[in-house]
């Protein structure tokens, strides 16, 4: 059901366009870069591009109406629905269009959820009249791939200490590091490679929280910089959802160590290890030797507490999420 925006991106060069786009996801810069390159491959001018957002209840009609609206002296038009809560109304709506779509027409819907719904009448519809893609937040190590293909397509290379070196000060936003990186590419005007240096000499924007840190944190049992880093997530995002995703990274986190841990009693190599677990070598450079300060018994008693806090947060809904994560957070990093 879900279709690779790689793959879109390739069907746009090729002149294919669907008539409907579905981008669903946390990363909001990353669906609005997925829409700003839609409209350059269909260059679409002000005749045939119309854009909505904030509430799109009270214009769902507009919607519709601009989307079965013929091109002006073009071959597509193109309606942008950047609302990313769409009521139930709306959705109801979108469906019944998406059952016979102007074929003349590419409608963008925006979405901010974290996972696709397969039971969602409107994923449905979108898959069946077009493409439904992903855009979750990119893990560290996309994020230094992703900036050195940045690099090379604007005709520059950067290297891997500096692309790590910008994502662990950045983060893994990618409007921010796009940003940086033009930066440093000025810095950098008269060589070939973005170094270290070029980076470090540039950086200068209002980091947000790393929403990657957090697991890393609790897995070397820092209390008091995971505490501080809760919070930051607590005032950047809702703190309820940002509480239920940190129960779900911290969860996985330890379930990976407890498997690492059982690799390693059974004569697996860090390679081997690093392989399965999909480790990083530059972010996890030091995961095994800290692991070996845990004990099997600890690790398994940690995961049990894990998934009691999450079956208590998910059937007990009187619970305040933000502290029964902070609680867990104290469990696991206490002595």
Not at 265 to 279: H, V
Request: charged content about 25%; glycine content about 4%.
């Amino acid at each position: 059901m879900e279709t690779r925006y790689a793959d879109l991106v390739k069907e746009w060069q090729s002149g294919k366009f669907r008539p409907v786009y579905y981008f669903i996801g946390e990363d909001a810069s990353a669906r609005a870069e997925a829409a700003t390159a839609l409209k350059a491959a269909l260059k679409a001018d002000s005749f045939n591009c119309a854009q909505f957002s904030g509430d799109a209840a009270g214009q769902v009609a507009a919607v519709i109406t601009e989307a079965m609206t013929l091109p002006v002296f073009a071959d597509r038009r193109l309606v942008i629905v950047e609302s990313a809560k769409l009521a139930a109304e709306v959705r109801a709506a979108l469906v019944g269009y998406l059952q016979s779509p102007s074929p003349s027409t590419s409608l963008v819907l925006f979405s901010e959820e974290r996972k696709l719904d397969l039971r969602d009448a409107l994923v449905k519809a979108a898959a069946a009249a077009g493409a439904v893609c992903l855009f979750k937040p990119l893990r560290e190590e996309d994020a230094v791939a992703r900036l050195q293909a940045e690099a090379r397509r604007t005709g520059k290379a950067v290297s891997t200490e500096a692309a790590e070196a910008l994502v662990a000060e950045a983060g893994t936003d990618w409007a921010i590091l796009k940003q940086e990186l033009e930066k440093a590419s000025l810095f950098a005007a008269k060589t070939k490679e973005i170094g270290l240096d070029h980076v470090t000499a540039c950086l200068g924007y209002q980091k947000t929280a790393d929403p990657f840190a957090l697991p890393r944190l609790v897995q070397t049992r820092q209390l008091k910089a995971a505490l501080t880093h809760l919070q930051r997530l607590f005032q950047e995002g809702k703190p309820d959802d940002q509480a239920f995703r940190a129960i779900n990274q911290i969860s996985s986190s330890v379930h990976k160590q407890l498997r690492a841990k059982r690799m390693l009693k059974a004569g697996r190599s860090e390679s081997e290890i690093f392989s399965a677990l999909r480790l990083n070598s530059y972010w996890d450079r030091d995961y095994l030797s800290f692991l070996k300060r845990l004990s099997e018994a600890r690790l398994r008693r940690d995961l049990g507490t894990c998934l009691e806090v999450e079956v208590s947060l998910k059937s007990r809904s009187w619970l305040s999420a933000p502290q029964e994560i902070e609680r867990l957070i104290v469990d696991l990093c206490s002595k």
